[in-house]
């Protein structure tokens, strides 16, 4: 029996330092990500880009790890590989060189892609760390895990103001720094990855025999699924309309500078890092679903009014869209993992994956748009997507779904 115990105890131990360590990855990943975004005032003046062009930067990246992610997660889920997670940052390293010296538009295109092959290896599997690190506090370490990366995309803004406009393109290159010191730190975690009993994913057959009683039928399981990728599609669209074009909009109808504009976008981001930071705990203690409607719906009021508000209205809506949208994202991956026990892998590469895909998606049709109207015209017609945020009255309870994944 002691033995017994001893055993079990870890499986309810949260190892802090190692969803810290992968916290700092998602923090160095996502800061040199968000030099593309960060470098699209200056390309776009450098090279002559059209907002389609910009556009298409993004969804070169983005649909790369949305299609490579799902794959990578499926595969780790049946037989995991804890040292794929330092040479995914090599593709990263290659992506910030290649694009700090990039002269066309074709070779940013070919730099981008290399950068999201980079974040297809990390994410699925560096989610699958802070689920097996977790213990039992899995919306907590989600998010502590989520926030580096919020942090990290919030420093574009920062980076353009005090790096790209007086380096240029050229300023990029810094960014081989934080490469090869997340490449460190993710050896440092696939070791303690590599310690651990990982177990290939158990077949439904497998389950079948030993006589697991679901409390979900499989029709409900994908209903659930279907609803998440609609809360997903809603949370990252809206994202994409402010982080690719609402510095062009505070340009264009507010007369703002390039780094004055960057700084509402700064504000945006760090808001949308604490309000990740919070959602975890929240849906631990008041319950996941509320937390996902909570803050997919309740984003509406203040999207909807930013388009119409000064300027100074318009940072406060534009903030607390952030804080309150981005508390969802990380619990729908919890919520998810829950709901196909066994696939965490798969499930963490799909929607994170499908975070990429819609966004670089996004992007793309957006800009196409913006280029036939006008930015204002976006920031109206996407302030109304969080109000598909009332599909999540449609989910499961938390207690239906936590019985399910035992």
Known sequence: MEKSAATAAPVNLTVFPIIFAISIVHLL????????????????????????????????????????????????????RPYILPIGVCFTLVGVVTLAIAPNFLVILLSVIAMGVGSAVFHPESSRVAYLAAGGQRGLAQSIFQV???????????????????????GVIWFTFAAVAAIAIQYYVAGWYSRQNIQPRRSAKAKSSEGRTSLLTQKQVTAAI??????????????????????????????LTVERAQMF??????ASAAG????????????????????????APFSILLPYSNLFWSGVMCVCAGFVLSSAF????VYAQELLPGKVGLVSGLFFGLAFGLGGLGSAVLGSIADATSIA??????????????????????ETVRGHAV
Do not use: E
Request: with cysteine; net charge positive.
């Open 29 to 80: 990943n996502d800061s040199m990500q968000s030099t593309i975004s960060a470098l699209f005032p200056i390309l776009k003046d450098t090279l002559q880009l059209s907002y389609t062009q910009i556009g298409l930067i993004a969804f070169a990246m983005n649909i790369t790890a949305s299609f490579l992610q799902p794959v990578v997660g499926l595969y780790a889920d049946i037989r995991p």
């Open 148 to 170: 580096g990366g919020n942090i990290g995309s919030s420093l574009g803004p920062i980076m353009t103001a005090l790096i790209f406009v007086p380096l240029g393109q050229f």
């Open 226 to 255: 279907v609803i998440l990728v609609f809360l997903v599609f809603s949370k990252h669209v809206y994202m994409s309309s402010i982080t690719s074009f609402y510095s062009f909009y505070l340009i264009n109808d507010y007369g």
């Open 265 to 270: 976008l700064f504000a945006f981001l760090v």
């Open 276 to 299: 990740t930071f919070f959602g975890g705990p929240l849906a631990d203690r008041y319950g996941r679903r509320n937390i996902i409607w909570l803050s997919i719906l309740g984003t």
């Open 330 to 333: 990380s619990i729908i991956v």
């Open 377 to 398: 015209f976006i920031m109206k017609l996407c302030a109304y997507l969080p109000l598909l945020g009332i599909l999540a009255v449609l989910l499961p309870k938390d």
